[in-house]
């Protein structure tokens, strides 16, 4: 250290510019600048570059102004704030749960306690004043980015705590607030304008595909940028374990009579095909035995029309033949006949009694 009497000494000889070490000073600062160069260039380059998600779409604003749509992978832009990238989950289908919430989804779900507040959503009054617990499922996915980003609320509450400048990955979050108020709109809606018993049992599948319109009819004039997936009701029941059991009777009785209605029906079915084959081949045997005797009456009527012709040419001659004939065929068929004449008195000699015998001269066979 320096005594009072050298500080002294300094001061009486006065300041002397040239001992201050301006070349140190020179280099300290150059180093600084070249620090803060390249500093800068690492921030503007690390905000240069961003990768986009499989499940994502890039949307590449440039003051605001969309000029890009980058698909998944590795990408390059101007440093922000000039370029400012959304990722958007366009690939990717999400859930919204009302009336119950999955904590953890697994081989054996695990879901929220129904105390919960926001359950309470499932709770609606049916149009024929009932109380009924209703739960059900909204997937959809974005279809427009655009819209999805800026139609409704806004992406200043994104997250980009984890990304590069000017890079945003989180969605924006007045979408799904809006497809769940728009949901629960709709289904208190139809839940409103049904009755109990069709809401717990047949209307399930027709309230869900009418939901499914519905909101996304909503949405689309909302421009909202998003497309429904599907709305499936999860479950139906009365609210109070009192009525449950009573319910779920109705609903057995309901399921047994549909099940008898549709055996009937299906016993219905395939008696109906054979009573109307057995009828098909009643009228067509019936038809045949038509036509087989129109034919033989047709060639009888043409054979009996040829006699009487021949009949006219020679009458005496054609009733001869015919007797003969119509005697051939009746003798044919009698058996054996004995004719004996008128004058002839004793028989017995003539008649042979014994068949194994042969017969007298006098006998003759025939049949009249």
Do not use: C
């Amino acid at each position: 250290m320096p005594s009072h009497d050298d500080f002294g000494g300094q001061r009486g000889r006065g300041f002397d510019p040239d001992d201050i070490p301006w070349d140190q000073i020179g280099k300290k600062i150059r180093l600084i600048l070249i620090g803060l160069v390249v500093i800068a260039v690492l921030l503007v380059s690390k905000s240069m570059f961003y990768h986009v998600e499989a499940s994502d779409e890039g949307v590449v604003l440039r003051f605001g102004r969309k000029v890009a749509t980058v698909p998944p992978g590795l990408h390059v832009k101007l440093p922000w704030p000039i370029d400012t990238v959304y990722q958007v989950p366009v690939h990717r289908i999400q859930s919204l749960e009302f009336g119950f919430e999955t904590s953890h989804a697994g081989r054996k779900t695990v879901f929220a306690s129904e105390t919960s507040d926001d359950l309470e959503v499932a709770e609606m009054l049916t149009g024929d004043l009932n109380l009924g617990h209703v739960e059900w499922i909204v997937q959809y996915r974005v279809k427009d980015p655009m819209d999805f980003l800026f139609k409704v609320g806004s992406t200043e509450s994104i997250n980009q705590s984890s990304l590069p400048s000017g890079v945003s990955s989180d969605i924006n979050p007045a979408v799904p607030d809006t497809i769940s108020d728009v949901s629960e709109s709709v289904m208190r809606k139809l839940v409103g304008d049904s009755s109990i018993d069709y809401v717990l049992t047949i209307g399930r599948e027709q309230l869900a595909a009418e939901a499914e319109q519905m909101i996304q009819t909503e949405l689309d004039g909302f421009e909202a940028g998003v497309e429904i997936i599907t709305v499936k009701l999860q479950t139906t029941s009365p609210p109070t374990a009192a009525v449950q059991d009573a319910f779920q009777e109705v609903n057995r009785a309901r399921q047994k009579k549909e099940q008898v209605v549709n055996e009937a029906q299906g016993e219905r079915n395939s008696q109906i095909p054979a009573a109307r084959g057995a009828k098909d081949k009643a009228i067509a045997e019936a038809e045949g035995y038509q036509n087989r005797v129109i034919l033989e009456t047709t060639g009888l009527i043409s054979a009996f029309l040829a006699q009487l012709a021949e009949y006219d040419k020679a009458p005496e001659v054609t009733r001869k033949r015919l007797y003969l004939e119509a005697m051939e065929v009746i003798l044919s068929q009698a058996g054996n006949k004995t004719i004996i004449d008128e004058s002839v008195r004793g028989v017995l000699p003539l008649l042979n009694l014994d068949p194994g015998r042969p017969q007298p001269a006098g006998e003759t066979g025939g049949a009249r």
